[in-house]
Each structure stands twice: as structure tokens, then as C-alpha cells.
């Protein structure tokens, strides 16, 4: 029997699958001594980007969206769609090399007032990206930064009753489209978050950080079971393992666990990013990395604590550190791959146009032109993680053996073809019959 594979170095051996696949006939009968092509369609591994940019594009605007410009909007980049001119350039690269899109549910810019959600334009662009076969993830359901203003000065139960009504009408309305969830973002800090007044830190404050995360993932899995619910964190510090012990310890069900990695002030290393790995591996959870930026220019100072305070009039790209960023997008993406826990990465950021604290962390030049990093990042996931297609030749039972990434693969023969996964868990055969 003749094999497919993909060659992979001994630390990602783990990542790869082998699987007997049998082809057979209209009639049933195994396709014998047949010539076979035989490629990868996607990896099950998700290699993500915020969608942002994209929306515009996917509902058919033709300019930006009110507010794109405000400081809030770009401080956040909770509304910024690309301009129209470049959106579908931007696209053809976001969808060469990502699978998984995350989705603004920013609650202040989602819902400005009250009981008008903007409902059907994130729909769109998550169906959009479904429709190209990106699984989707909305952020975040729960937050204290970013909600909206009309819940300031209602009475605390009221508050809670509009929390969770809000979570089931969204998990609802994006059913189907949105199927992963940040259930809840940075709850950590939530119950002292003292930055600025909003009304979701005094429930917190009332419930428990136990509580408040019981409260967004009970809610979310009972208006749609099948979602994929993430609790989300930039502190990775003993006090989000302690909240994620005490969660699981009172029965609160976690999908996976997220864990931000922006790094304006520098590469971590790949011992620092090992040791986050370990620390939360021991939960027994599939690791996200949800947010990961890498600056391609000057570093962010050392000594700022929160990064939303360093404001600077430009923040430009330059030629050293696009050359840096590539190498360390590389380390850092190799790094992941090579733990076993981890099954998903979103880099923060297409574009350095609209770029969350106007830094050079995009991928891309503001005039559109692919950075180094991109284009080392596009080889990993679609060379070197990738098997290019192959033509080999059935045995007399009509089988071949392919070997890659968990993922989906094509074979073709005669003009016909079929699809067929590599599961993660483990080999076993596939029959597949080509129409």
C-alpha cells in the first residue's frame, strides 16, 4: 500500500495522524490500481485572527461604520471594519492562511441602547466566515470593560436579569454561526476593576468570581448546548489557576481555557511560554491562545503595568522589527504546536490599520503590502504544517494510507472526489466512495 504523508520534526510527531483510506466504486467495489490525488483542505488545529476587518465587508458596506474613528473604537478596535478598498485584498490574505475568526461582541458597541443589538450584521459576517469553512467565536459575553452605559444605575438584580438575558438572546440569535464562546473575559480583575465605572463589576462583586462565571457558562450552554464555552484571562498569574480550580472544584463545566499573550513589550521566549503552557495543562482543559500580538517596531516601555496606558502619537513599523516579529511569530507559533494541550491560536490583528493601541502588531502594512511575519506564518500553517498535493496509486484493495495533521483532506480520482477527516483521536479506517 502506498502512503501519503507529511513530513513533521519529532516535536510535532504528536500533531500528525495516519489513516488507511479505501476507496470504492458507485457499485461498492474497492477502486483497485487507480491513480489517486490525494490533498489537505484544512487543518483541525485553529490557527486564528479577529475577523474585525472583514465585517464591512461581509454585509456589503461601502464605507466604514459610524464610529470606527472614535479614540474608543480604535482604543478597542470594537467596531473598525476596513475600508472598502482594501477589505477584499485583506480577505484573500486572512482566508490564505487562518480557519478560526473571532467576532467583536463588545457589549457597549454591540447594544448602545438598549434593545437594539446590532444583530443582524454580526450575523452576516459570521456567516460569512462560516460559509468559507472558518469556524467562528464571538467575544466576549461577559465583561466588565466596555459595558454599555444604560446599566449604570439599575439596581443589582436587574443588572443580573439583563446579563443573562443578554447572553441567551445572543447564544440564541448566533446559533449555528457562532459556535465558540468567550463565555467570560478577565474575571480575574473583575470584582476590582476600578478603571471606570460600569455596572458589571458590582454584580462581580456580589456574586463571586465563582459565581459570575457560573452565571455566563450555565446560561450560554442552556440557550445553546453545543457551543464551546472559554473562560478568557490576561492574568496568568496563581490567581486565574486558583479561579479556574475553584470552578471546576463547584462543577462549573469549562470547554477550554484562554489565555492572552500580548506582547508589546517583548517575546516571552519559548521558556517562559513553556511554563504558562504546563501551569495550565495540569487542568486537563484544551489551551487557546486567545489574543497573541507581537509589535513590529520600538517595544512598549517595561515598566507600564497596564498596556492601555502607553499612548504615543505614531508607533510605526520598521524594517528591524518586522524582521523580529517574523522570527518570533515563528518561535512562538512552534512553541504552541509543539504542546500537546493546545489546540487553537488567534493572533490579534490582520492589519496594522485600526490596530488595537495603534501599535505595528498587525501582519500587514496599513498600505496592504504582507509583512515578513506573514508570510512566515502563511508557510507554517499551508507549507511545513501542510500536505501538498500527492498522487499516488490504490493497492488491489483499492486503499492508500495517508498521513498529516488532524484535519480535513480531499482525494480524487477519476474526475470525482470525495472528503475525508484525520482525526485527532488516533487512526482508523476511512472508506470513502468519490461522486
Given amino acids: ?13 504528536h500533531r500528525v495522524v495516519g489513516t488507511d483510506v479505501t476507496l470504492v466504486g458507485p457499485d461498492g467495489r474497492p477502486l483497485a490500481d487507480q491513480e489517486v490525488r490525494v490533498e489537505q483542505v484544512r487543518h483541525a488545529f485553529g490557527f486564528g485572527n479577529i475577523g474585525f476587518d472583514l465585517i464591512g465587508l461581509a454585509n456589503g458596506e461601502t464605507g466604514r461604520p459610524a464610529g470606527a474613528g472614535d479614540d474608543d473604537a480604535a482604543m478597542h478596535h470594537e467596531v473598525g471594519s476596513a475600508a472598502p478598498e482594501q477589505a477584499e485584498h485583506l480577505a484573500e490574505l486572512w482566508l490564505d492562511v487562518f480557519n478560526m475568526a473571532t467576532l467583536p461582541f463588545y457589549w457597549r458597541a454591540f447594544e448602545p441602547e ?5 444583530t443582524v450584521r454580526l450575523r452576516r459576517a ?3 466566515f462560516a460559509e468559507r469553512g472558518v ?32 447572553i441567551t438572546r445572543d447564544v440564541t440569535d448566533m446559533a449555528g454561526a457562532v459556535t465558540v464562546w468567550d463565555a467570560i473575559n478577565e474575571v480575574v480583575i473583575m470584582p476590582v476593576f476600578t478603571a471606570e465605572e460600569n455596572a458589571v463589576t458590582p454584580l462581580a462583586q456580589r456574586l463571586g468570581r465563582v459565581g459570575i462565571v457560573r452565571l455566563a457558562f450555565d446560561t450560554a450552554r442552556a440557550a445553546d448546548p453545543s457551543v464551546t464555552l472559554l473562560l478568557n484571562d490576561f492574568n496568568l498569574s496563581p490567581a486565574y489557576e486558583q479561579l479556574v480550580e475553584e ?10 481555557l484562554g489565555l492572552q499573550s500580548h506582547m508589546h513589550q517583548g ?4 521558556e517562559k511560554t513553556q511554563a504558562v503552557l504546563e501551569r495550565f495543562a495540569r487542568f486537563g482543559l484544551p489551551l487557546h491562545l486567545t489574543e497573541t500580538t507581537l509589535v513590529s517596531g520600538d517595544l512598549m516601555p ?4 497596564d498596556l492601555n496606558d502607553y499612548q504615543v502619537p505614531s508607533w510605526p513599523s520598521t524594517p528591524d522589527g518586522e524582521a523580529r516579529q517574523a522570527d518570533e511569530l515563528v518561535r512562538h507559533c512552534t512553541t504552541l504546536m509543539a504542546h500537546p494541550s493546545v489546540e487553537a491560536f488567534t493572533y490579534w490583528g490582520i492589519s496594522d490599520d485600526g490596530a488595537w493601541l495603534g501599535a505595528p502588531a498587525g501582519l500587514v502594512r496599513t498600505d496592504g503590502t504582507p509583512k515578513p511575519a506573514y508570510d512566515a506564518l502563511r508557510r507554517l500553517v499551508k507549507e511545513d504544517w501542510w500536505l501538498a498535493p500527492t498522487t499516488v496509486r490504490t493497492d488491489d ?21 470525495a472528503a475525508f477527516e484525520l482525526g485527532a483521536q488516533g487512526p482508523r479506517a476511512v472508506e470513502v466512495s468519490p461522486v
Fill in 1 to 13: 500500500m502506498q502512503t501519503v504523508t507529511t513530513p513533521v520534526p519529532s516535536a510535532l510527531a
Fill in 114 to 118: 438598549r434593545g437594539r443589538p446590532d
Fill in 126 to 128: 459570521a456567516q460569512w
Fill in 135 to 166: 469556524t467562528v467565536k464571538g467575544h466576549p459575553l461577559v465583561w466588565h470593560t466596555l459595558a454599555p452605559s444604560w446599566l449604570l444605575g439599575l439596581p443589582t438584580d436587574e443588572v443580573e436579569r439583563a446579563v443573562r438575558d443578554r
Fill in 247 to 256: 470552578c471546576l472544584e463547584a462543577g462549573v463545566r469549562i470547554d477550554a
Fill in 267 to 270: 517575546y516571552w521566549g519559548e
Fill in 302 to 305: 517595561p515598566e507600564i503595568v
Fill in 397 to 417: 484493495a483499492g486503499r492508500v494510507r495517508v498521513e498529516g495533521f488532524a484535519g480535513t483532506y480531499r482525494v480524487e480520482v477519476g474526475g470525482r472526489s
